[in-house]
Nanobody, 129 residues
Framework: QLQLAESGGGLVQPGGSLRLSCTFS????????IGWFRQGPGKEREGVSC????????KYANSVKGRFTISRDNAGNTVFLQMNNLTAEDTAIYYC??????????????????????WGQGTQVIVSS
């Protein structure tokens, strides 16, 4: 049974950093694109960053470019999201999602929640002084 579990959220001051982890079980990670998504209060879920199975193709939302970095450890069945220089606008529940592709080397054309069929329960990130 495919399962995803996020961790690493919490309360952080503006300008601070957090590292989110998404741990997987029940499937081999190599053929799955993994994405981080977030849903702020009163907002729709949006794509933050996505990474293909090989790690070669990555996408970032414009709002997080230069501040967030996605990475993956397929052997460890974990995908990470390093978040630096956090602002109040980053406050949201962060979810990881998985989407099986035909190859680990696909070129991602976007990072859209509708493309991802497997989800974790989310982890809360609050950026506040």
């Amino acid at each position: 049974q495919l399962q995803l579990a996020e961790s690493g959220g919490g309360l952080v001051q503006p300008g601070g950093s957090l590292r989110l982890s998404c741990t997987f079980s029940g499937f081999t990670l190599d053929y799955y694109a993994i994405g981080w998504f977030r849903q702020g209060p009163g907002k729709e879920r949006e794509g933050v960053s996505c990474i293909a199975g090989s790690g070669q193709s990555r996408k970032y939302a414009n709002s997080v470019k230069g501040r967030f970095t996605i990475s993956r450890d397929n052997a460890g069945n974990t995908v990470f999201l390093q978040m630096n220089n956090l602002t109040a606008e980053d406050t949201a529940i962060y979810y990881c999602g998985a989407d099986r592709k035909n190859s680990p080397y696909v070129h991602l054309t976007g990072c859209r929640p509708l493309d991802y069929g497997y989800w974790g329960q989310g982890t809360q990130v609050i950026v506040s002084s």
